[in-house]
């Protein structure tokens, strides 16, 4: 269960809205289950099907954080125009066990936004709760 | 020997220890799929295996993050 502020939530329509054509992404921070921060990272790819982060700045960002206590929950990305399901490649890129991938679609009338657990190639649908 | 590895302490007898120790240590299967910092310095993929990490050093490691949509 992954629960996400709606200032947050927010932040990530608008930013994936902003980024598009190409796919959007960052870190999504906090503790326990409860996301409080989004960092936005550079799309090293900028491509509309594409992303990847600068690792660079994922030291950066996971440093600042520490400092301040807040642990890096999720990797988020935005699937400009396919559904918030992660794609083959998504799954083939997965090496992190431990933390959640959040896509956000913008595909249709409504944003929908999705996490998942990926372990050795297996999907896990995570629930996503937007709170107050 | 006290390591702090991402942030948290960790205690070490194995001497020498290498990069590729503690990446094996920490169950990371695809060392190639991440990237490491020893004091805030990149450490080369090819050097894994003979850096070596000496007490009180500060080594952070995250996994390659990249995907698609298709």
Same mark, same amino acid.
């Given at each position: 269960?992954?629960?996400?502020?709606? +200032?947050?939530?927010?932040?990530?329509?608008?930013?994936?809205?902003?980024?598009?054509?190409? +796919?959007?992404?960052?870190?999504?921070?906090?503790?326990?289950?409860?996301?409080?921060?989004?960092?936005?990272?550079?799309?090293?790819?900028?491509?509309?099907? /594409?992303?990847?982060?600068?690792?660079?700045? &994922?030291?950066?960002?996971? !440093?600042?954080?520490?400092?301040?206590?807040?642990?890096?929950?999720?990797?988020?990305? =935005? /699937?400009?125009?396919?559904?918030? !399901?992660?794609?083959?490649?998504?799954?083939?890129?997965?090496?992190?066990?431990?933390? =959640?991938?959040?896509?956000?679609?913008?595909?249709?009338?409504?944003?929908?936004?999705? =996490?998942?657990?990926?372990?050795?190639?297996?999907?896990?649908?995570?629930?996503?709760?937007?709170?107050? | 020997?006290?390591?702090?590895?991402?942030?948290?302490?960790?205690?070490?007898?194995? &001497?020498?220890?290498?990069?590729?120790?503690?990446?094996?240590?920490?169950?990371?299967?695809?060392?190639?799929?991440?990237?490491? &910092?020893?004091?805030?310095?990149?450490?080369? !993929?090819?050097?894994?295996?003979?850096?070596?990490?000496?007490?009180?050093?500060?080594?952070?490691?995250?996994?390659?993050?990249?995907?698609?949509?298709?």
């Amino acid at each position: 269960m992954l629960k996400i502020k709606k +200032e947050i939530y927010l932040q990530l329509i608008k930013y994936a809205w902003e980024e598009a054509p190409i +796919e959007a992404c960052g870190y999504l921070g906090g503790s326990g289950e409860n996301v409080t921060e989004f960092q936005p990272l550079t799309n090293v790819d900028a491509a509309e099907d /594409h992303f990847r982060l600068d690792p660079e700045e &994922q030291f950066k960002v996971v !440093r600042n954080w520490r400092a301040k206590g807040i642990k890096p929950l999720a990797v988020f990305h =935005s /699937h400009p125009e396919t559904p918030a !399901r992660p794609s083959e490649e998504d799954i083939r890129l997965a090496f992190d066990p431990n933390i =959640s991938y959040v896509i956000l679609s913008l595909e249709g009338d409504t944003p929908a936004i999705k =996490s998942f657990k990926i372990r050795k190639g297996v999907v896990e649908p995570e629930a996503v709760e937007i709170v107050d | 020997m006290i390591i702090y590895v991402n942030g948290e302490p960790q205690e070490i007898k194995q &001497q020498p220890f290498t990069v590729a120790d503690l990446l094996v240590l920490n169950q990371v299967e695809m060392p190639e799929m991440v990237s490491v &910092q020893l004091n805030g310095e990149f450490v080369k !993929r090819e050097d894994y295996q003979t850096i070596q990490i000496n007490d009180g050093d500060e080594i952070d490691f995250l996994y390659f993050m990249g995907g698609g949509a298709r």
